[in-house]
């Protein structure tokens, strides 16, 4: 039995995983880029080869560090102290560690209690779904009142979102609460993250290999322009000039790609047809010779930088991986008519500069060994209030045709935890959907 998986994401190459290691089918994934990984793929940054977007596992992502440790990589997990920061009137603060949040100098003691409230109660709610009918904001100022969100909620929300989450439910936030807040060890109340030896290329270049052990391979390079059911089963691929025939086809791509390459009755979106709208994001990445900032994730509580957040990775990932030098990104999460999309690299560079200058007036343009700039057009799809309505189902009317994508996280957040939670359930029908096809071909 031959399945195509369309898009070579963590999504996708996850899937590829698990199919070809629990069944005899074949699988071939297309991708249309010339690496594999999507979002989660890495970069050439000169002297060393990293993420090309900013990536951490935290001890919540139990199905995540599982799955890693299936594929052979579980010694190659680096647990590491990590430090998150606030950013507000020209000061820096940490709230790494459970006597630091009571510390929070912008915080008086009763709006830290309604703050330690809020997450005590994000943290024991499991009702997503009466969630998902209240905004963000308005949960959240019910809960720790007005204060509590403009000090410390609408920095980290502004961090995720930019302006576009005044649109977001509860869910969002929640989601957030729940992994994150998690993420401080019991022990020490303290924040710990890690990262993969080599970054996430380990992981990729660990699947591939062992895809092509199985006799299943992913095609880079490859996009896929249609998909079309053919009259005697299955479906066909026209992918590279060339059309394939496959007996199933799992599409993990972003939403706005499945509805160019796919006719609308082969897939169930929601009653109400509204549209799923997603975040993108711009981000600065510089390699320096010094470090920049000792947090992993700061936050930034005023608007006159024009990125949403700081991500220190070298302040979580051992000098040795990245060559000795120092690795920050500096992203901005925008909607997908943002004026950014049109500017040029070496403009955002140049915006972008002046924000890292207005941060740390120590910074140093002498010390700067390159910068890069990365785009992801479809990164966060919007979780909107009823979001779970309009999300498309995984299971179409076509019954050789499946949709696993991240638009269907409604009570999760984007992150790869989540990516190998979704296959992982998936695969629980998708199975048997290959055995009860494969015992219909030996019966024929
Ligand atoms: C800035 C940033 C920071 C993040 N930080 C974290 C983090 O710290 N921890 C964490 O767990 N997660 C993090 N994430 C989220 C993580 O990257 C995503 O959860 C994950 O990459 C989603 O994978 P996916 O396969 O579902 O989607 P994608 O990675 O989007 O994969 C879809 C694939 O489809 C391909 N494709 C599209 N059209 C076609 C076509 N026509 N034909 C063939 N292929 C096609 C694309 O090229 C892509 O490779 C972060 C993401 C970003 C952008």
Sequence with gaps: MKIAIVGGGLMGLVLAQKISSSTKATVKVLEQDTLPGGLSTYHNYGDF????????????????????????????IQWRRSLTGFYENKKFHSVSSSFEFL?????????????????????????????EKIHVTDWLIKLGGKKTYD??????????????????????????????????????????????????KTIFDRLEENLKQKGSNILLDSKVENISPDPNGGMNINYNGTIEHFDKVVFTSPLNVMEKVTAPELYNISKSKKPIDYLGVVCLIL????????????NIGDNDTPFTGVIGMSSLVDLEETANQHITYFPKYVGQDNELWSKSDEEITKNFLN???????????????????????????????????????????????????????????????????????????????????SEKSIAQ
């Excluded at 997450?119 to 009702?127: E, N, P």
């Excluded at 994150?180 to 990262?195: G, I, P, Q, T, V």
């Design 49 to 76: 080869t990293w993420d090309k977007f900013y990536h951490a596992i935290t001890p919540t992502d139990t199905d995540l560090i599982d799955f890693l440790s299936e594929i052979g990589l579980e010694e190659q």
């Design 287 to 298: 390699v320096t010779k010094k470090p920049i900032t000792p947090f992993y994730v700061l």
């Design 355 to 437: 924000g890292v200058k207005y941060l740390y007036p120590d910074f140093d343009e002498a010390d700067m060994i390159s910068s890069h700039v990365h785009r992801a057009f479809k990164v966060q799809p919007m979780q909107v209030l009823n979001y779970s309505e309009i999300v498309p189902k995984v299971n179409t009317p076509h019954p050789d045709f499946y949709v696993l994508n991240t638009s269907q996280f409604v009570s999760e957040s984007v992150n790869n935890n989540s990516v190998v939670t979704h296959v992982e359930k998936f695969m629980k029908n998708f199975k048997n959907d290959i055995e009860s096809y």
């Design 151 to 200: 000090k410390f909620w609408a920095p980290m929300l502004h961090a995720k979102l930019g302006e576009n989450h005044k649109k977001v439910s509860a869910v969002f936030i929640w989601t957030y609460i729940k992994r994150l807040f998690k993420a401080r060890s019991s022990a020490a109340k303290k924040e710990h993250m890690a990262y993969v030896n080599g970054g996430y």
């Design 103 to 131: 510390l929070f100098p912008l915080l008086g003691p009763i709006d830290k209690m309604r703050l330690g409230y809020t997450i005590l109660k994000g943290s024991r709610t499991d009702d997503w779904k009466a969630l």
